[in-house]
């Protein structure tokens, strides 16, 4: 009898897990809570183990002519001009010209349009309660039918619903990180095509990404957890925004002007996912889901590997299902915990906390092109 698969989340690690089950014989119902997409999100990566991933997907035409034409990276002072400059291929992974990078919200919309035939979507819903038997997993929704799935997989975010009602309380799990950050949309072009554009004060970084003719602004600053914070509460994002960059030099006025205007704003923390495991009998965590990676774009790229890699282990054995969870996570977890041992130091860059580290940061940069240059050499004469 065909398996069934409930997976929560409609995003880059939810679409693409829906696309592998089906393809291994499994029947795939995935509910969203949104009732479309973001158009915000900065630019992502895929790389490393995702590239075969997408590769064997089909959908690596759409993703480069969606990619961005970004080489490197620029921080400006207060009047922007450059002060610092860092080449972006010093950070390419082994993959090389294989990788892309593209804005978050298309490359979700791609790897949706790959797996939308494969499988049934139910939008503008949610999970609302799990109870596992010995032979199912019966599920209440929002406000489809209850329904029983034989397996269910938590895609849905750093606020998982799957995750807060298998595993407990979100903090029981999740660290904040002393980081908030906010993106937001320009349709139009912003500088060059070829740079992203970071300016800096003690504990604040706004940068400008260029894409396909409009741009993507980030706000990142350092701060402590909110009280309360409602990942939902977009005017609590947009007033702590504001008052984070009120005063700042450079064109941050005007792009403050977008984030009160705008009704596509993503905000959210910087967390750190700790959990001891992720999965509990018929149910298991995905992506952000199970572990919160990197300001470096990381996540997308190990929600597409973790993905392919539960669903090859889930259809090798999927009546030993725990055993199956079990593997997922060891192989999985070799590519996740040394990201997110790194989130300090990719803050320590994108972010410094005072002025002198920006100094320090700035003079750093001039000598990531001399190891570029050296790793190179390595390469070629490996």
Request: hydrophobic residues 40%; proline residues 4%; charged residues 25%.
């Amino acid at each position: 009898m065909t398996k069934t698969v409930l997976i929560s989340g409609a995003g880059i690690g939810g679409s693409t897990l829906a696309y592998w089950l089906a393809d291994r014989g499994f029947h795939v119902t995935v509910v969203e809570r949104a009732t479309g997409q973001r158009s915000s999100g900065n630019p992502v990566d895929v790389k490393g183990p995702a590239i075969d991933v997408v590769e064997q997907m089909g959908t690596m035409p759409r993703l480069r002519a969606a990619s961005s034409d970004v080489s490197q990276m620029n921080f400006v002072n207060n009047t922007g001009r450059r002060v610092a400059r860092v080449d972006l291929k010093a950070f390419q992974g082994s993959a090389g010209d294989r990788e892309v990078e593209v804005p978050r919200a298309d490359l979700a919309a791609i790897l949706l349009d790959a797996s939308r035939d494969h499988a049934e979507f139910l939008w503008g819903d949610t999970i609302t309660g799990l109870t596992q038997q010995a032979d199912g997993v019966d599920v209440t929704f929002e406000k489809a039918q209850t329904r029983r799935f034989d397996f269910v997989i938590g895609a849905d975010g750093l606020h998982s619903t799957v995750r807060r009602l298998v595993f407990g309380a979100e903090s029981e799990f999740i660290r904040h990180m002393g980081i908030y950050i906010a993106t937001v949309r320009i349709d139009e072009p912003f500088g060059s095509d070829q740079e992203v554009l970071i300016y800096n004060t003690p504990g604040r970084a706004v940068s400008v990404h260029p894409s396909n003719g409009h741009a993507l602004a980030a706000f990142m600053f350092r701060h402590q957890g909110v009280p309360g914070f409602d990942h939902r509460d977009t005017e609590l994002h947009k007033r702590l925004v504001i008052e984070a960059f009120t005063d700042q030099g450079w064109r941050v006025p005007e792009l403050l002007d977008r984030v009160r205007d705008t009704d596509d704003l993503f905000f959210d923390s910087v967390s750190k996912g700790e959990l001891p495991h992720w999965a509990d009998g018929r149910i298991a965590l995905l992506g952000d889901a199970a572990s919160c990676v990197s300001l470096f774009g990381d996540g997308s790229t190990l929600a597409i590997a973790g993905a392919y890699t539960l669903a090859e282990e889930l259809a090798s054995t999927p009546d030993a299902h725990e055993a199956a969870f079990r593997r997922y996570e060891t192989r999985h977890r070799v590519l996740v915990d040394p990201k997110l041992n790194g989130i300090s130091t990719a803050a320590a860059m994108l972010i410094p906390a005072t002025k002198a580290g920006i100094a320090l940061r700035n003079t750093a940069t001039r000598v990531i092109p001399a190891v570029t240059a050296i790793r190179s050499r390595v390469r070629h004469a490996a």
